[in-house]
């Protein structure tokens, strides 16, 4: 499976480790007296665990909009192609506008990515901050699945990858081109 529970948003609680390890050790002892298992080693695979949290995404506002209903929607340079985690299972984040963080989150936004399809919506309904076209906005929490669950759906171009330690950034993985892209596209070439 995904490993451990990450604490995606406020409203998830943070996973007990020794006591979840506890009440492992305690089932497969249990298992072990019962059964005729003879078990060496244990092994778990943390997954998420270890860099979901470590990792974030941020977008560039592109435009908002609201609908006749009254919905409001900021729209980013980014969406269902980079973290496709809220259009398959409704996964859940927060986010905040990076290049306004003193000011107070007023708005109820959802913001939607740039493919155009329905569920290409990173957040439903979450208090956002005022932003406008260029803003920055970030997604926390997208490390354990983000670049590695990107697509290029709809042509989309991937983004680059830059890690950040002691106020120093290494760009890791370039932002891709559209050379990148369509290097393998043939024009109508017999074989």
């Known amino acids: 499976g995904g490993g451990f529970g990450v604490r995606y948003t406020e409203e998830d609680t943070d996973v007990d480790l020794k006591k979840l390890m506890k009440k492992i050790v305690k089932s497969l002892e249990e298992t072990l007296e019962t059964e005729n298992f003879t078990i060496e080693k244990v092994s778990i ?23 006749f209903g009254g919905e409001k929607y900021v729209f980013i340079d980014g969406g269902m192609t980079d973290n496709i985690r809220p259009a398959l299972y409704s996964a859940k984040y927060e986010s905040v506008v990076a290049n306004r963080l003193k000011e107070e989150r007023r708005e109820t936004i959802s913001l939607a990515g740039k493919c155009c399809e329905s569920g290409d919506v990173i957040i439903k309904d979450t208090k956002l901050g005022k932003c406008d076209e260029g803003d920055l906005v970030l997604v926390s929490c997208t490390g354990a699945y983000g670049h590695s669950m990107s697509s290029n759906y709809n042509k989309a171009l991937k983004p680059a990858v830059v890690f950040v330690k002691d106020g120093r950034s290494y760009l890791v993985s370039k932002r891709e081109t559209y050379e990148d892209l369509v290097r393998n596209d043939l024009m109508l070439e017999e074989i």
Do not use: D, H, N
Request: aromatic letters at 4%; hydrophobic letters at 25%.
């Open 45 to 67: 695979e943390p997954g998420r665990s270890i860099v979901a949290q470590a990792g974030s995404t941020l977008y560039t506002v592109g435009g908002k909009k609201k609908t």
